[in-house]
Each structure stands twice: as C-alpha cells, then as structure tokens.
C-alpha cells in the first residue's frame, strides 16, 4: 500500500501544481483584475490649520483634480463612479508646503485592491491675508421705456472692503454693481443684481480667495433718470454779411434736429434752440461757406444733449450774386440714365450737388429744389471704377438757364 502512494511521486507534484494553476487561470478569467484612471476633485480638509493664523492658501498652479489609479475586479469596477472616490488633502499632515492626498471610495471600502492618486502629494502656497478698500461703481443693463435715459448711478455704498491674499486684491482694478433697468420710466433705488471684479484688463477676477464685508444684496443703486426730447435748431443771420451784389439765399443745417436731455421740468419747457448771431458771424462773403458750430455752447442750463459726441453742427451759408441764384439738391434725387447692365451704382462723400442758375430775379425767385429735374447719363461708363460725371438738367422755367459745370462722382461696382 505504501509502494502505491510512493509510486510516481514527480508526477502527482506535477499534476498537483498544474491543477493550482489551472484554478488560478480558471480565477482569473471569472473575477479578472482591471485598471481605471478617474480625475476626482481634490478636497482639502481642516484649513482652520492655516486661517487660523491670519492667512489663506491655494493649491499651486489652481489644480483642481488629481489622477486616481485604481485596481479592483471588473464586476466592482463597473459600479465605481467619479464621485464616489475621495481625494483628501489633510492641512494637519503639511509639511514645507507639501500635503499627501488620501484616497478613499466610499461604499466599496475593502472591494478594491488599490487605489493611488499621481502625484501623491500637493503643494500648497501660503499668503497673509490683507484688507483693501475699493469704491463701487454702478453700471445698468437693459432698456428704459422710450424717451428716457440715465442721468446718473449711485451706488449705496460708494465703497466695500474686500479681505484676501494680496496677490489677489493687487490683480482688483474695480468693483461693478450691475443693475437691471428694464423697463423704468422714473428715479428709483433698486438692489444691484452683482457685484464683479475686475483686473486692468477687464477681466473678471475669482472670488472664492475673496470675502468682502457686503455682497450683492447688500448694494442699493440709486437710478435718477433723465427725460429726452428732438428740437430744432434755429440760427440767427444778423451778422452774416456779403459783398455788394452777393446776397444770403438761405443755410443747410445738418442736423436740423438734435436730441436734448434733462430734468421733465426743464425739457419740456423747450421745443426749439436758438442759436446766437455770433455763431455764424462773417464778412464780405461771396460764395457758399460752411460753418461748424459746437452746439453746446447754446443748451439752456440743465439741458445737455443725448449724444455728447453729436456737438457738432455742420451750417452751409448759401450765397448768390444777384441775377444768380445757386440751388442744392441732394445726388441721390438725380436720375441715372443708361446704368451698365450688372452694375450698380453707389455716390462719392458729397450728399448734395450745388447748381447754377441765372436769368431774372423774378423767375430765379420761384425756382427750388423740387422743380429741378436733374440726370446723368452713365453711358460712356461701362467698367467698374469711380467717375465725375456731368449733371444735365431736362427743362426750365422761362427765363433761366443752367450755368452747367455741376459734376457728381459716382462708383461702379459689380452685382
């Protein structure tokens, strides 16, 4: 009996460790080991450690996630999502600035093989905090109800104080309350819908390192509104003077209404400015000429204009030497004959043309813009480019003729 044990002795160890290893095999294929890289968000714990102290922290280089390697069993690894792992940064463990990351997956403690994070450890940089004071200036959005504008933005209060590493208040270059103003008609105080802060850049700068002694909903923003109304302007010529036989035949204002703004009390006063005879003061003149005039200096007190970059008033005194009588029409009023097949046209910077007439003051008195039927033929025109081309006048009442010489420059262009 004992020979028969003994008998083969290699062999039974043999098919003894090939068994082992077919179990293993067997193991494996039924309950594999895999591998998964989840990117948890770091959390970092007991800051007390440092704030305590009069000063704040942050992660170097603003990392947020960290990589986490981790080995378990397929059938386990299927149910392991992101948020269950834990990547702990205890400030009580830092050492020189360096803390280690502790991994945990919550609800698969002991399921797992390994889970490491890379790198294992964080840095953090240390700040002192410091203390800023920075003024609030108020700015709106949205739209008012038609003939309103905003006069002026209070902020309530003019200024906060904002607490922080000082890396950070250094970057502040301004605090903004932003306010809806949707929709008002009158003065009001709303609460500002945010506050937001600004670098030199105008960038918007993180908070979260930031505490300030009041938030949003602590900023009222005064709104006082100002009511708007188009008027006219009127010149006084007194002072234009022209040479013997030269007469002032009447001015081309641009723009002949302006919008002005102001308290209702004030604007509604006013349907027209007056402009002083200074304004357009001249001598001896014989030809048209054009005055700017800086509308500003004419406005009521309390009024200013809607548009502060629309000061300038552009005024053509027109001037005619007796028995000639010299008429703008606009050159987009001007037939076009014989426009090139597939073109089209469009005008140089000049919005009017000036033409001459002479004949007898009787007749030239009833002549205007409106009974001129002015045209250009475009026929001698036939590729693309910019032409100054002759403008030609069908008919006349009796007793004028065209003095001619009146060109426009037009532009020829492709469809």
């Not at 919550?106 to 004071?133: C, M, S, W």
Request: hydrophobic content about 40%; aromatic content about 6%.
């Amino acid at each position: 009996m004992k020979n028969k044990l003994t008998n083969n002795f290699v062999l039974k160890f043999i098919a003894l460790l090939f068994s082992a290893f077919l179990w293993l095999i067997v193991m494996n294929i039924s309950r594999p080991i895999v591998t998964k890289t989840f990117y948890p968000e770091i959390t970092v714990a007991n800051p007390e450690v440092v704030t305590e102290h009069g000063q704040t922290f942050k992660i170097a280089d603003d990392v947020k996630q960290i990589a986490v390697t981790v080995k378990a069993e397929r059938s386990i690894m299927e149910k392991i999502k992101t948020e269950d792992i834990k990547a702990v940064a205890d400030l009580k463990e830092e050492q020189s600035g360096s803390v280690p990351v502790r991994i945990t997956i919550e609800g698969f403690e002991g399921d797992y093989k390994e889970a490491l994070p890379n790198p294992r450890n964080i840095q953090i940089v240390k700040e002192n905090i410091e203390n800023k004071t920075f003024p609030v200036t108020a700015i709106a959005t949205g739209d008012l109800q038609s003939g309103y504008v905003i006069g002026e933005l209070e902020a309530e209060p003019q200024s906060i104080d904002i607490s922080g590493p000082k890396s950070s208040l250094g970057r502040i270059s301004k605090v903004v309350a932003r306010v809806d103003v949707s929709g008002l008609s009158e003065d009001t105080t709303l609460k500002a819908d945010e506050l937001i802060y600004y670098d030199s850049a105008d960038n918007v700068i993180d908070k979260s390192l930031l505490s300030s002694d009041v938030d949003s909903s602590g900023v009222n923003i005064k709104v006082h509104l100002l009511e708007t109304k188009e008027v006219e302007l009127k010149f006084d010529q007194s002072e234009i003077g022209t040479e013997s036989g030269y007469a002032v035949s009447g001015l081309q204002i641009e723009p002949q209404r302006i919008t002005i703004m102001g308290n209702r009390e004030d604007v509604e006063k006013i349907d027209d400015i007056e402009v002083a005879s200074s304004a357009l003061k001249q001598e001896n003149l014989t030809e048209t000429t054009k005055v700017v005039v800086n509308i500003t200096d004419y406005l009521p007190d309390g009024i200013s204009l809607a548009d502060s970059s629309a000061g300038s008033v552009v005024v053509n005194i027109l001037v005619e030497k007796e028995g000639i009588k010299n008429i703008a029409i606009p050159v987009r009023s001007i037939a076009v004959n014989n426009l090139p097949e597939g073109m089209e046209l469009s005008y140089g910077p000049e919005q009017n043309v000036e033409l001459q007439f002479e004949g007898l003051d009787e007749a030239l008195e009833n002549m205007s813009a409106e009974k001129i039927a002015a045209s250009i033929d475009l026929k001698s025109c036939s590729e693309e480019g910019t032409y100054d081309v002759p403008v030609t006048i069908a008919s006349l009442p009796e007793g004028c003729s065209f003095v001619g010489g009146a060109t426009i420059q037009v532009i020829l262009t492709k469809k």
